[in-house]
């Protein structure tokens, strides 16, 4: 007589309900399969924090005195499926029941469903306890027949029922909702930046392992200085760490791009997030305790502008996820084709922006998000690659990267492949945006002035083409419609031109 509750490998919540007494009728099943390591090809170093992760927190659970079954990716006798392991641990245990917690990704979703219902046991589901949302939140707040679902508008509610940065009499604190507008500033080396507080594991014997085992990954495995952290303990520190140095500029440099630093003052919390190691409500409520005690030197604007993305913008993604899926992945609404230059895998590309971050990418799995947004999401929209692959290469590469999370963030926000469900814009920019948020133009080859010439900057001619290829869907957008106006406004040998060059660099593509 046993209960097999199963733990999903982006479930390390240590302080689920599920482990507060110990049961010995509970056994608890983790596994290390390659179902989930090979679905797409991911970097050396997710695959690592991940495993990582979960054996911390299994040999908790043992110190604490549950009964955990473990599949490592070596044991010869894991199937290397949920469904099949479980099958083996039913007979081993004499299961009589199973539970798991809420997927947060469809495919799992599913394949658990139809596990559940073939098995032959009772079978619950039950919630990560995560999440400050239903899956179907956002979908409630929202007309099902809505053009579009405006993030805003949800993120007050939210912000309503957590009662951060509000006033007594329910209005926003300093009354304003969001403080975005303040958060602009490009970064010139002052001030300085915080030291790093990353994490110095060495995993050379779980790479090792992996490896053996034959899992395919790409990028930087960094098994001996290891950055990311193992369990909630190491999540702790980070987000002290953060919350004590980065926050304090968070809000000022949040769009700022550095040769200097991939994270400038950025938190680097997704993974910790996004395996539970956190919840959303204490990341945001450390830094809302932090903006109370020291208003002077953590100020409302990044204390509002931090709060809004794990409480706001994280939430309101998974929502659409879950109310979008699965047709919402293949969506393509400006018909783009072009397939994903072969520089994406080695960096090797001539465009500084996209060298460093690209190269910033495969080496340490991380991005902040305006690298993600305005240099490698803006690039392959106005490129017009398929959004598909860019969405699959994004859920390689990133430490943080799941794909309810990854998805609408690419589908979504960065490639407008939804039609503009999500975004009520179009985020892409020339070379102007990318010279005055970063210092990636003063080591270039290209001239970020030329739009024509044989040294022009390619991100110049791609941003005019696609407003006049595009001109029809955004003239009467009321964000954007002056860049496609000044589009259109330009003699016709001049958009004759720029799309002329803009074919020729999509031609040479891999070697631009
Ligand atoms: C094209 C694209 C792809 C992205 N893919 C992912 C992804 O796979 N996984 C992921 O967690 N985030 C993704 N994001 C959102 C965001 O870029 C990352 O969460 C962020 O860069 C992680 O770094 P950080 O922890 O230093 O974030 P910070 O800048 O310190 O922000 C704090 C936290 O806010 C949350 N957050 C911020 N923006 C978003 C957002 N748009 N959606 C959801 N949460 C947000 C994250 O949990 C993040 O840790 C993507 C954004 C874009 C534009
Ligand atoms: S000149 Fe153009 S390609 Fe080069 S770094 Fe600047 S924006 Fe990027």
């Known amino acids: 007589m046993a209960c097999v509750r199963l733990i999903l490998g982006d479930q390390l919540n240590e302080r689920h309900s599920w482990f507060g007494k110990v049961d010995a009728k509970v056994v608890y099943v983790m596994m290390e399969v390659r179902s989930e390591t090979d679905y797409v090809r991911h970097h050396a170093q997710k695959v690592v924090a991940i495993f990582a992760g979960m054996r911390s927190l299994a040999e908790q659970l043992r110190k604490n005195g549950h009964q955990v079954r473990y599949f490592k990716i070596s044991d010869k006798d894991n199937r290397h499926s949920f469904a099949e392991n479980l099958r083996l641990v039913f007979k081993e245990v004499k299961a009589t029941r199973l539970e798991y917690q809420e997927p947060d990704e469809y495919r799992v979703d599913q394949d658990l469903a139809d596990f559940a219902k073939t098995c032959g046991l009772p079978a619950a589901i039950k919630s990560s306890e995560h999440f400050l949302d239903e899956r179907k939140g956002v979908a409630q707040h929202f007309q099902p027949d809505a053009k579009r679902w405006l993030m805003e508008s949800y993120y007050r509610v939210v912000r309503k029922r957590s009662g951060l940065l509000m006033d007594a009499d329910g209005g926003p604190k300093g009354g304003k909702w969001n403080y975005d507008h303040d958060n602009r500033k490009p970064w010139k080396g002052k001030p300085a930046l915080p030291k790093t507080w990353d994490f110095n594991h060495d995993h050379r014997n779980l790479w090792t392992e992996i490896q053996a085992a034959g899992v395919k990954t790409f990028g930087e495995p960094s098994a001996e200085n290891f950055p990311w952290p193992e369990n909630r303990a190491e999540a702790l520190k980070q ?42 409500q204490e990341v945001a409520a450390a830094a809302v305790a932090r903006h109370e005690a020291e208003p002077d030197v ?21 929502g659409v996820y879950w109310a979008k899926m699965p047709s919402y992945r293949d969506g393509n609404a400006l018909d783009h084709q072009v397939a994903l230059p072969k520089w994406f895998w080695d960096g090797q590309t001539k ?52 794909e309810w999370v990854e998805l609408p963030n690419v589908i979504g926000m960065s490639q407008h492949a939804d039609g503009g469900f999500l ?17 990636y133009c003063s080591d270039c080859v290209y001239d970020p002035k030329d739009r024509l010439g044989p040294k022009a900057c390619p991100l110049n001619a791609l941003y005019w083409d696609f407003w006049l290829r595009h001109q029809k869907r955004f003239a009467n957008n009321p964000r954007i419609g002056m860049a496609v106006r000044q589009a259109m406004a330009m003699k016709p040998a001049e958009q004759l031109a720029i799309r002329k060059k803009a074919d020729e660099l999509r031609a040479k593509m891999d070697n631009i």
């Open 351 to 402: 465009m500084n922006c996209l060298r460093c971050s690209i190269g910033q990418s495969l080496t340490t799995a991380y991005a902040h998000h305006i690298q993600r947004l305005m240099v490698i999401g803006s690039f392959c929209l106005t490129a017009g690659v398929n959004p598909r692959e860019v969405e699959q290469w994004f859920l390689g590469v990133y430490i943080d990267a799941f």
């Open 239 to 280: 987000l002290r760490a953060f919350i004590a140095h980065g926050l304090p500029n968070f809000g000022d440099y949040e769009d700022a791009m550095n040769t200097t630093s991939d994270r400038l003052f950025h938190s680097r919390l997704s993974f910790a997030l996004n395996v539970k190691m956190l919840s959303p």
């Open 423 to 439: 975004a009520s814009k179009p985020y892409v920019c020339a070379a102007s945006y990318i010279g005055k948020m970063s210092d």
């Open 298 to 318: 953590v100020p409302l604007a990044a204390t509002e502008g931090f709060v809004r993305q794990i409480i706001g913008w994280r939430e309101y993604i998974r």
